[in-house]
């Protein structure tokens, strides 16, 4: 299994989690687990999700994923599972 954590954080708006859940189960990537809160106005929301189904590469994704943020106002960040967990135990 191929796992990726994805972030999300911006000013919250109608629609983030509608447009970003699109893009992934357009290209193939099922959502394992999610968590998302909104404090004061601004969104925050967290995913692991799993990339084994699709033909697009981990930095294609990456790539789009950034571009899909900039288009709806929020920051939207991907890493590999073992590079998020390898950063967290130093």
Known sequence: ???????????????????VCTYLAENSINILDISQTIVSGYF???MIADMNGSSKDYSTICDDLDKLGQGI???IKCQKEEIFEAMHRI
Do not use: E, L, P
Request: net charge positive; glycine share 12%; proline share 0%.
């Open 1 to 19: 299994m191929k796992k990726i954590i994805i972030t999300v954080v911006g000013k919250d708006t109608v629609g983030i989690i509608a447009k």
């Open 44 to 46: 925050n929301m967290m």
């Open 73 to 75: 106002g929020v920051s």
